[in-house]
């Protein structure tokens, strides 16, 4: 079987939530074969002057203070049987990231997300997202939740990064059930259950404010039940174990509640080129998985599938 990935980009800024991301590249490095880029940006603004004393010795200080990690990550990657190379540049990292991934020509990005939301967000935005905007390739991102940022002891009680459960929200657009079929790639290649997911959003109100009629409701759940269930059976018939579920409701709280309730070992989404996050029915749909999801999230834009890739899912 050919593998997922030939060569993973992690890009890590030696936080936890890095650390977390770190985990699932080499996981994934493991399992697919692939050669490891490690990225590390030193944050400096455009328009600084790198040469002025001050600026000197701050990055000089943070070039000495991050080495020793890259080399410590290095080491740890070659004990797993990883080759890595570390990449230190100094800039803007979701634009370095996207940059060093086009150059490198990486089939995935792995990064960490802090999942900022509200004020926090609007003010220091996320890097996790821009990348996905501007990357020519997946982007798997992972959060640690807050209540996981402890001490060491609870640290060490943390599962070991694994993919035996998939969940992939569609919308029946080319861009999500691009995101299916490079899940059931991934199912392939880690045996892994998929579970397909549509949101039906709450029943709409006519022009003259009544509701609409509940028999075209009843026939459009029914229509979408058949296309999902088809859509399962298309991947079963590719040895896949999958199962479709219809839920109604708002999309994005809809998506999240199921997906902590049955507590996925990965979410997988796609992305449209020209706009960034998928808007999956809303836009804000996709950016509030990526925020606030607890599972790995995997958006997928100009999947790399092998040549003469045969379909399951077709649009």
Request: glycine fraction near 6%; include cysteine.
């Amino acid at each position: 079987m050919t593998p997922l990935a030939k060569r993973i980009l992690l890009a890590t800024d030696f936080s936890d939530c890095a650390g977390r991301a770190q985990d699932y590249a080499l996981f994934l490095g493991e399992a697919c074969g692939a050669c490891l880029d490690i990225l590390h940006v030193l944050e400096f603004q455009p328009g600084m002057d790198p040469d002025y004393p001050v600026n000197h010795l701050y990055l000089e200080h943070l070039q000495k203070e991050t080495g020793a990690l890259l080399d410590a990550l290095v080491s740890h990657a070659a004990h797993r049987g990883l080759t890595a190379n570390v990449h230190q540049v100094t800039g803007i990292p979701s634009q370095w990231i996207a940059v060093m991934a086009k150059e490198k020509e990486v089939d995935l990005i792995v990064l960490g997300t802090h999942g900022r939301t509200g004020l926090e967000h609007i003010l220091l935005g996320s890097t996790a997202e821009r990348v996905v905007a501007q990357a020519p390739c997946p982007v798997l991102t992972v959060r640690l939740e807050r209540a996981r940022l402890m001490p060491d002891e609870a640290q060490a009680a943390i599962a070991a990064p694994a993919i035996r459960t998939i969940l992939v929200p569609i919308d029946f657009s080319d861009c999500s059930l691009d995101a299916l079929e490079y899940a059931a790639q991934v199912a392939k290649q880690f045996s892994a259950a998929v579970t397909i997911l549509h949101v039906l959003e709450p029943v709409s109100y006519s022009l003259d404010f009544s509701l609409t009629h509940a028999g075209k409701a009843r026939a459009q759940r029914e229509r979408l039940e058949a296309r999902l269930a088809e859509i399962a059976a298309s991947l079963r018939r590719a040895g896949l174990t999958a199962d479709h579920v219809l839920r109604g409701g708002v999309p994005a709280d809809s998506l999240l509640d199921w997906s902590r309730e049955q507590a996925y070992d990965l979410i997988v989404m796609g992305t449209h080129g020209r706009r960034g996050v998928s808007h999956l029915v809303s836009g804000s749909v996709a950016e509030a998985v990526l925020r606030q999801a607890s599972s790995p999230v995997l958006t997928v834009k100009s999947p790399k599938f092998r040549s003469g890739h045969r379909r399951i899912v077709q649009p």
